[in-house]
Structures are given as C-alpha cells and as structure tokens.
C-alpha cells in the first residue's frame, strides 16, 4: 500500500473513531499532497510523499519554536500533535552515527575534496536520507566536514 493510500486510510479510520485532532492533522496532510499532484500535475509516489511530510514537519518544528519564543504554550502543543502524526508515516529515525558513517560513506563514494563537491554528495546522501533524517542537520555536517582538514 502506498504512503498517499495508508493517510487515506487513517483519515477514514479517525472519521470513524471521531479523533477531529487526528483527522485535522491527516487533512492537513492530504491537502499538501493535493496540492503537489495539483502543481506538478502528476500523481505522487512515496518518495515525493516523503519529501512533503519532511517538508510539513520542518514548518511545523519552526512553528513550535516561535510559538514558545511567543509564549503561547497552547498553539506549540498543537502543532506537537501534529508532528507526531507526521511521523506516523515516515521510516525510523537514523542514530547521528549511522548518519556520520553514511556521510563518510557518501564522501567516499563521490571522491569530494572540497566545499564545492557538496551537491554531489548531497545528491547522494538525500534517497538514503529522507525521513530518516534531519537534511539541514546533515548539510551543516557535510559541510564542516568537507571545510575540514581534508577540504582545506
């Protein structure tokens, strides 16, 4: 079953179950999908469904920070409800030394020496990646691993 029918899914399941905090959550989620089949005018797959849950929970993260920065505890718990549905539906998280070694792996694998070969291993790195990481996290070790001794 693919990741767009496993929402569709859950959304029948909380209409059912009458959760209206879980199924405002999976709405949210199928409307970003909608809206991605709308613009690119094609049906998604998993890794395009991958890549706009990754996006929602990077907002939903930014969102949970203001929100606390403005004291206002009560929409930071709403939005940490729905990240908690979001990852319902992404793969296990990788332990940061199973990300390092992959990093290392990926630098390898490219032969990059520098700062400018950070794209190609990032090319490398995001189909392993997303959804079991965090990409921003992963770009600032890539990067201060490629301005390292080795990168110069």
Do not use: C, W
């Amino acid at each position: 079953m693919s990741l767009k029918d496993r929402i569709g899914e859950e959304v029948k399941a909380s209409m059912r179950a009458r959760d209206r905090n879980r199924l405002g959550a999976l709405r949210l989620v199928q409307s970003e999908i909608k809206q991605f089949e709308v613009d690119e005018r094609r049906e998604v797959d998993d890794a395009a469904v991958l890549a706009i849950l990754n996006r929602m929970l990077k907002q939903r993260r930014d969102s949970i920070e203001q929100y606390r920065r403005g004291e206002r505890e009560d929409l930071a718990a709403r939005e940490e409800a729905e990240v908690a549905v979001i990852r319902e539906f992404l793969p296990e998280p990788l332990a940061p030394e199973a990300v390092t070694v992959l990093i290392e792996q990926a630098i390898a694998e490219s032969g990059a020496t520098g700062p400018k070969d950070m794209g190609r291993v990032m090319a490398i790195l995001k189909p392993v990646l997303l959804g079991r990481a965090d990409m921003g996290e992963v770009s600032r070790q890539l990067r201060a691993r490629l301005h390292g001794p080795a990168g110069g």
